[in-house]
RNA sequence: GCGGGCGUGUUGAAAUUGGUAGACAAGCCAGACUUAGGAUCUGGUGCCUACGGCGUAUGGGUUCGAGUCCCUUCGCCCGCACCA
């Protein structure tokens, strides 16, 4: 019989879904293990070949866990509201579920090709209303919690209420004040804030989707503008998002993305009594720098702040007024990107609490008003952004550390001993730091306040693809739709964009109401949907809750975890907050979603070039190209082999090609070659269901891993698929010849035990390591020697397979089957590694000067014991050699292999 | 600017964590079998002025020993970016 994947893979892939092979079932009796791949968003173009990668580490891990005896729990499910669909939408007139259906359909069939293990019983869709109604379950949960400052939980807002009604606060309010109250404490609320505003898309977005000062999706400018939106109150839990990261098992790298992301900086709070005209306010800066406040010399507001208003002179009001509609006008990126300092006078003077003296205040966009209070104190001589609007508008500065030198660049660094500090003078700055604040504390000028950067998420989106949220408005008041009411479903609407007058799309729906009030018209954005997926997964069929007590309890969470390092800022800290809300309402039993998180590399592609001579219909091959004026074409790479190119195919390609002509070199057309994106303009897309069909999706996965470490970032090149190719042909051809099937019982020889269980012992170590690579190698190596030595012995050959299955399944359940086995490989268990075949002539030898051990030196188990005495031998002379060393000691080192000689 | 990471053949990479650098593949060269090959098998393949020598971006250091540790310089990738 011939190795014939396309029988096989079929064959098995139907198999595994009429026998629910990887149906998960709850056993109390078995230990768990959950392991979950980013579910994706289905987007039109399809899967191409990078896609898939995270996906088979994740297979090749759960089908590892479950031989070791683990229960694995290993979904799959869509992220399919989102933008793409409802653009398209916007353009055609086609519905977004219609749309995404079809893209769901295709990614379905693209994914059951490859021969994933997931129980596709437990699908979820963000998009169906038996998904979205926990979405909308646990926004109406979080817009009836408060987080509580003092525990540092979330809690039911009616301890709240309770609270008020104590001291006296809530009888007598209208209803309206009553709601405008909880509204500043829900954990869900409404509120008004500079948001991120893109007017291409027609909706607000959150600071993750926005890198740059354009949107993530599409590209397009994102302006700052005051809106009330929606918003979760992610900033109460900065604190507990950053202490528990302590035990993820994460990389360092992000985790200090996450770090990066919630900027927890400790400082103070500080009240500046400000003049203005015949009136006094008291603004409030934050610092982390309360050491520095002898040499304040200015002040300066964000030009959005609300004091700029009262703090501004009649004398300037103009000026003010002009520079204020400038920097409206800015986009975010700009204000970044221009280097220019700008700022106005706002014709006030601040006290300073300390000194009395008084400062200027200025206006000034290079303060931010979403950060601390919107208002900083300036230190020119140790902040450079101070000392640069100090230069240009030439105002003091007074160095405030001995010996440093303020006339070229301020001097930043925490470092150095105080003076011109008053009471401060002669402390160090680490020492002044803690004395300023505990002064401003004693004196009531002010508090410690620790701040952190990372801010509320704006919740809703002007757009219709989404969530609707589960809330009216009764007056103007929102409400909370009765719980038994969810979902609220999406309403039918004749088109998808923004109405006439500017309001998002759900305002063209008929009657989009309840209880006779209108309902709100925006949806929740693209995160909502995926904050809680993974709990769904473990329950998805429960219509009384999102996952039931019990199921929780038995899964917990989830304990790998892979997907791109893009969604760092987003989704991994939403997801995070939402488990944690969850956890302190009682819902969940873990207070963090993800125990371990692995973020495989981007599969870029690998484009391939011809070269047309400028005016001609003439194309030199790549090593001819310098000798005329050429022009770089891109080049489908899939009509070329090896870099060369399919001359034929390339003329059918395009109508424009049909008369090339070509200059060859030994008789081929050799193209160039470049590592780009792997993107439709570039024609370097490769599509898995093409080899799938040309190599199988055995031979499909392997390859993937066999490529690099699951990490990095690595192109894709189809030509060296022939080599795991090959690999699976003569693992067909240990078991079979022709259509005689050769395996036999005989009893294994030392040697072929050895390669088995030094193949056992590396496939163990570096799949627990997720080294995927090294681990394909470790087959091939093993495969050559069993070759060599002409084994088909079941004894080998049958741990070889089960062991080789985690990688290529469909091959190793046929050859398995040959075996006589009734039942699926999976059910098989992961042989053991006897360590007697590898710890053979293992020795380490330390070498010690005068006593004290210098080195070691480890000899191969390859080696005869002839060979070691000669090396043990040979290290005694160098000993000799050597002025005062002596071989002290010879230890035996079990599973070392490694050879050294030393001269 | 700040933070994280990386630099090894023609290419993807490996190196048991300080111990024979280039495993395993791809490509290339030669040979065998073939009507044929994008099939199969065998051998070779870092570089050089080749019985020797040199080689892990660069220059230095630590060490009996460095791809691996420390410092210098150069180059690349990722994240954040006026966060007071």
Redesign the pocket.
């Known amino acids: 019989m011939e190795y014939n994947f396309k029988e096989i893979e079929a064959k098995w892939q139907r198999y595994w879904a009429q026998n629910h092979t990887f149906k998960a079932v709850e056993k109390e009796s078995q230990p768990k293990y959950y392991v979950l791949d980013m579910f994706p968003y289905p987007s039109g173009a399809g899967l191409h070949v990078g896609h898939p990668l995270g996906y088979i580490a994740s297979d090749i891990y759960s089908r590892y866990k479950r031989l070791c005896g683990y229960n694995v729990l290993h979904p799959m499910g869509y992220d399919a509201f989102g933008l793409p669909a409802e653009q398209y939408a916007i353009q055609t007139g086609q519905h977004p579920e219609v749309t995404t259906n079809a893209n769901i359909t295709r990614y379905r069939s693209q994914l059951d090709r490859i021969g994933f293990s997931y129980d596709w019983d437990r699908e979820v869709r963000t998009c169906d209303p038996a998904y979205y109604k926990w979405t909308q379950w646990a926004f109406l949960k979080m817009f009836n919690s408060w987080f509580n400052p003092e525990t540092q939980k979330a809690e039911p807002i009616e301890n709240l209420i309770a609270k008020f009604k104590a001291e006296g606060k809530w009888d007598g309010l209208s209803e309206k004040e009553q709601s405008d109250l909880l509204m500043q404490y829900r954990i869900a609320y409404q509120g008004e804030t500079a948001v991120n505003w893109c007017p291409a898309l027609g909706t607000v977005l959150a600071?993750?989707e926005v890198?740059?000062g354009y949107s993530v999706r599409g590209g397009f400018p994102v302006e700052q503008k005051k809106m009330t939106q929606w918003q979760l109150r992610v900033s109460a839990y900065a604190e507990r998002l950053l202490a528990d990261m302590e035990e993820l098992d994460w990389t360092?790298?992000l985790k200090?993305?996450q770090r990066?992301?919630i900027?927890r900086?400790k400082?103070c709070e500080m009240v500046f009594k400000v003049q203005n005209e015949d009136k006094e306010y008291d603004v409030t800066i934050?610092?982390?720098?309360a050491d520095t406040v002898f040499g304040v010399t200015f002040m300066v507001l964000?030009p959005e702040s609300d004091w700029v208003e009262k703090l501004t002179s009649r004398e300037q009001k103009a000026a003010v007024e002009e520079y204020l509609a400038m920097a409206k006008k800015k986009t975010?990126r700009e204000?970044?990107q221009?280097k220019k300092v700008t700022g106005v006078f706002s014709g006030s003077y601040a006290t300073n609490p300390l000194t009395g003296e008084k400062v200027p205040v200025w206006i000034s966009?290079?303060?931010?008003s979403?950060?601390?209070t919107?208002a900083?104190m300036a230190?020119p001589a140790h902040?450079s952004?101070d000392y640069a609007f100090a230069k240009t508008f030439n105002l003091p500065i007074i160095p405030l550390i001995e010996g440093c030198d303020v006339s070229e660049q301020s001097f930043d660094a925490k470092d150095g001993i105080m003076c011109n500090s008053g009471f401060l003078t002669g402390m160090s700055v680490k020492e002044a730091i803690p004395a300023a604040i505990k002064y401003v504390e004693e004196h009531g000028l002010g508090r410690g306040k620790v701040?952190y950067?990372l801010r509320d998420a704006i919740f809703s989106r002007q757009r219709y693809w989404g969530e609707p949220f589960p809330i009216y408005y009764k007056d103007g008041i929102p409400m909370p739709v009765d719980e038994k009411d969810l979902p609220v479903t999406l309403p039918e609407v004749d088109q998808f964009k923004p109405t006439e007058t500017g309001e998002p799309p759900l305002a063209r729906a008929k009657d989009w109401t309840y209880k006779g009030y209108p309902l709100e018209k925006s949806t929740m954005p693209g995160f909502a949907g995926s904050s809680a997926y993974y709990l769904r997964y473990m329950d998805p069929k429960n219509s009384d809750g999102l996952v039931s007590a019990s199921a929780d309890a038995y899964w917990r969470n989830v304990d790998l975890y892979i997907g791109g390092?893009?969604h760092?800022?987003g989704h991994l800290i939403y997801s995070r907050f939402w488990n944690k809300f969850l956890y302190d309402l009682g819902y969940v039993c873990e207070k963090e979603p993800f125990k371990k998180l692995i973020n495989q590399g981007m599969i870029q592609g690998r484009s391939n070039f011809v070269y047309r001579i400028i005016g001609t219909n003439r194309f030199v091959s790549v090593g001819l190209k310098d000798k005329y004026e050429t022009t770089e074409i891109h080049v489908d790479v899939n009509i070329v082999?090896?870099d060369r190119l399919?001359m034929e195919a390339f003329r059918n390609w395009m109508p424009d090609f049909k008369n090339a002509e070509f200059e060859l070199e030994n008789g081929e057309y050799i193209c160039g070659w470049a590592i780009e994106k792997m993107s439709k303009s570039m024609f370097n897309v490769v599509n898995p269901d093409m080899i799938c069909d040309?190599f199988g999706a055995d031979t499909l996965r392997l390859y993937e891993m066999?490529?690099?470490?699951l990490e990095?970032?690595?192109?894709w090149?189809t030509?060296?698929i022939?080599?795991?190719?090959?690999?699976l042909?003569?693992v067909w051809r240990l078991f079979w010849d022709k259509d005689n099937f050769i395996v036999t019982d005989e009893k294994a020889s030392p040697a072929e035990l050895k390669s088995l269980h030094k193949l056992i012992a590396k496939v163990q170590e570096d799949t627990e390591n997720f080294?995927f690579?090294?681990t394909?190698?470790a087959f091939?190596?093993a495969?050559?020697e069993l070759?060599e030595l002409d084994c088909h012995k079941r004894e080998i050959l049958e741990p070889f397979i089960i062991m080789l299955s985690i990688y290529c399944p469909h091959v190793c359940e046929e050859l398995y089957q040959a075996l006589g086995h009734q039942e699926s490989i999976t059910y098989a268990k992961f042989p053991e590694y006897v360590e007697a075949y590898t710890v053979e002539n293992n020795c380490t030898y330390a070498?010690s000067?005068n006593g004290k051990t210098?080195?070691?030196?480890?000899l191969?188990k390859s080696m005869s014991k002839e060979e070691v005495e000669a090396t043990v031998r040979g290290m005694e002379q160098t000993a000799k050699y050597?002025e005062g060393v002596s071989i002290q000691k010879v230890i035996v080192v079990p599973g070392?292999?490694?050879?050294?000689?030393?001269k």
């Open positions: 600071n993750d890198k740059e360092d790298s200090d993305m990066n992301w900027g900086s400082g934050f610092t982390t720098r964000a975010e204000r970044a221009g966009e290079y303060v931010l979403g950060y601390g919107g900083i230190v902040d952004r701040n950067r390092t893009e760092a800022t082999h090896n399919d040309n066999f490529l690099g470490p990095q970032s690595k192109p090149d030509k060296g022939d080599g795991v190719n090959r690999f042909k003569r080294s690579n090294t394909v190698a091939m190596i495969m050559n070759s070498v000067f210098r080195f070691t030196v480890e191969a050597l070392k292999i490694v050879n050294i000689v030393v």
